[in-house]
């Protein structure tokens, strides 16, 4: 049984700050996760990374004509800020450009990649623009998808999350001139799926992840998977050993910067043994990310640690879908989107985390409608949370009560909900509401149940760390205690409620 965890965000493009979309997804999650786990007394580690070497951000940096190093850390530092504002708490960042942690595990999995002969060589025609002598591999070029027919780059498809060959594109044009792109002859590097393809199936067979996730992965095998192109000479990604033929592309590199993040961790704080955690098969490693970056996260990152005795841990991934703007797609350059630091402005981090959460798109896409934002927050935040506050503060009962049959449901599918196998915020949130629901009808027969409320304020931090710090204060060890142990969370004593 896993009872340490990493967990892991994927990398934003550091070519802005970040708006609900985003938090929306992996960010949140993973902060909750991570909570839900340390308050169930598991080891964890949260990391993260700026995708200093993303094909967006040289195209950005291009168009303001900036450096992109410098663009990167400037908005790695905004993303920091907003955050911490919102509550997510990262045990470490890791700024990748330049960084001798990120190029040393990069180079380390591309290294044993050839090694093991997982990844070959082979002549390939790739997408060039000629007037704007630029590659098409990402984020200048944009065609039509050949698996689904979406509007693609030609590397990884938002709609259907398979990786577009460049080769089978139809209308693949320049994003800069708009001219078609035409195809050059590359020498380039492969990540060759079929040499794993059965040893990969059966470690994803065992990983916990959501349906839409399991089906996309059925699918994407019965299929069969090509060959992965790893390296792209010419463009963005990090240069390996000064040489234009192993520029790796910064999608190959997303589990280097995990292991990179750990490592630096572990320099940093010699008390922590975040890095060693790899080698142990107690050890699972708990990826969030979007729906889009599954290719990369689930099929060829596992592909990498395949069979290495150096890293025992197991794999779970909790993917989401996109989430929507009363009712439109974010797009941050027509100005339709919410910034976090905003939003957590006029509001506070709390409700934003609690109704983001409860909107969470997990499975299918979801919208975050201000209006209805604001209308539930005039019911939670100004009208049952300061009740639940202020009868908290009043007398406690002597021992505590036990937990009735109402609160126990409630308790087990939190916990479920909190799991590594089916863990989802947006259920954590759900029966966190059923509590309110349940409060606020109390409240109107003028007293509500204490052991309803001291469960409450137990199961609401990781949602809500603010008041969950706050509603903890009123709370008596024994009754916390009695709590837990009626939870299964620490050991029963005798004795801890009675009812
Ligand atoms: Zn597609
Ligand atoms: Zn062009």
Redesign the pocket.
């Known amino acids: 049984m896993s009872n340490q965890f990493i967990v892991t965000i994927t990398p934003p493009t550091p070519n802005g700050d970040l708006h609900i979309g985003h938090i929306a997804g992996p960010y949140m999650a993973a902060d909750v996760f991570t909570r839900a786990q340390r308050l169930q007394g598991m080891q964890c580690y949260l990391v993260s990374y700026s995708d200093d070497y993303q094909s967006y951000l040289t195209r950005k940096a291009l168009e303001l004509g900036v450096d992109g190093a410098q663009l990167a850390h400037e908005n790695s530092v905004k993303i920091q800020q907003s955050l911490r504002m919102v509550g997510i708490e990262v045990d470490h960042w890791l700024e990748s450009h330049g960084n001798p942690h990120f190029e040393w595990a990069a180079k380390m999995l591309y290294e044993r990649g050839q090694a093991s002969g997982l990844i070959r060589s082979a002549q390939t025609q790739a997408p060039y623009?000629e007037?704007?002598q630029?590659w098409g591999y990402e984020g200048?070029a944009r065609g039509n998808c050949n698996h689904c027919g979406a509007s693609s780059d030609a590397s990884q498809c938002e709609a259907c999350a398979m990786a577009p060959d460049a080769a089978k594109m139809t209308d693949l044009k320049?994003?800069?001139?708009?001219?078609p792109m035409t195809m050059r002859p590359v020498q380039r590097q492969f990540l060759a799926f079929d040499r794993v393809a059965d040893a990969l199936r059966a470690r994803l067979a065992a990983a916990p992840m959501r349906g839409q996730l399991r089906r996309w992965l059925d699918a994407a095998f019965e299929k069969g998977l090509g060959d992965w192109g790893v390296t792209r000479p010419g463009e963005s990604g990090l240069k390996l050993y000064d040489d234009e033929a192993h520029r790796l592309h910064t999608w190959f590199m997303g589990q280097a910067g995990y292991l990179a993040a750990l490592k630096e961790l572990s320099e940093r704080d010699e008390a922590a043994d975040a890095y060693a955690l790899l080698s142990s098969a107690d050890t699972r490693m708990v990826n969030f990310l979007g729906m889009d970056c599954s290719y990369s996260h689930v099929l060829a990152y596992p592909a990498q640690v395949l069979g290495d005795p150096a890293f025992k841990f197991s794999q779970a991934f909790f993917t989401n879908a996109f989430l929507k703007l009363n009712g439109e797609d974010f797009s941050t350059s027509r100005g339709h989107a919410i910034w976090v630091r905003d939003l957590v402005r006029d509001a506070c981090a709390d409700s934003v985390r609690f109704y983001v959460s409860l909107i969470a798109p997990e499975e299918q896409t979801g919208n975050f409608s201000v209006d209805d934002f604001w209308a539930w927050r005039r019911r939670v935040f100004d009208t049952v949370l300061p009740h639940i506050y202020r009868q908290l503060a009043q007398e406690r009962a002597t021992p505590p009560a036990c937990l009735a049959a109402f609160e126990r449901g409630v308790a087990q599918r939190w916990l479920q909900c909190a799991s590594v196998e089916q863990f989802s915020m947006k259920g954590m949130a759900e029966q966190l509401m059923v509590l309110v629901d349940a409060i606020q009808g109390e409240l109107s027969s003028g007293k509500v149940r204490r052991e309803l409320l001291v469960l409450f304020a137990v199961l609401c931090g990781p949602t809500m760390p603010g008041l969950g710090k706050a509603l903890a204060g009123h709370v008596d060890d024994d009754e916390r205690t009695a709590c837990l142990a009626e939870l299964g969370l620490i050991p029963a004593q005798k004795e801890a409620c009675h009812g």
């Open positions: 623009c007037h704007c630029v200048f320049c994003i800069l001139c708009h001219a």
